[in-house]
């Protein structure tokens, strides 16, 4: 099964926990023509009232003084890759198995699986991580 693997920058804006909050961010976006693979939204439950929202990918110069002017930064605490293959039974956990047992911890995971593909976003802490992350992943 093929498996491709690939560095990704993450872009996060802060937004108000109410109706349309996401749906203000993700226009402002889409009337810049940016072409969104992956976006996950959540509430901050540290701090009420407030949610955050990680989007990618952001690409050219174009597309980057859109998303900045929509209050989206690239992160820098937190390093990403995706990882795109086949849908097959248990590679999440097989993914996640080779992962812990080289000693890398993420900070997060999303994966789906649309028909015969299947696509995993997941994040580090650091880049050496992601940077382990991504060779290890590329092996057979």
């Known amino acids: 099964m093929r498996v491709d693997i690939s560095s990704v920058d993450v872009w996060a804006v802060s937004i108000k926990d109410q109706p349309g909050s ?5 226009d402002a976006l889409a009337q810049a023509g940016i072409d969104l693979e992956f ?5 901050v439950h ?14 050219g110069a174009r597309q980057i003084r859109a998303a900045r002017k929509a209050g989206f930064e690239k992160t820098k605490s ?10 097959k039974p248990g ?4 993914l ?13 995971l ?5 028909g015969n593909r299947a696509i995993f976003h997941i994040a580090f802490d ?6 382990k992350a991504k060779h290890l992943l590329s092996r057979k």
């Open 22 to 26: 996401l749906a203000e961010k993700l």
């Open 39 to 43: 976006i996950i939204s959540r509430r």
């Open 46 to 59: 540290e701090k009420a009232g407030e949610g955050l929202v990680f989007v990618t990918p952001i690409k």
């Open 78 to 87: 937190l390093q990403g890759i995706r990882v795109a293959t086949g849908n």
């Open 91 to 94: 590679y999440g956990a097989e």
């Open 96 to 108: 996640t198995m080779r992962l812990a047992g080289a000693g890398i911890n993420l900070r997060g």
């Open 110 to 114: 999303s994966g789906a699986a649309i």
């Open 126 to 131: 650091s880049s050496d991580d992601a940077r």
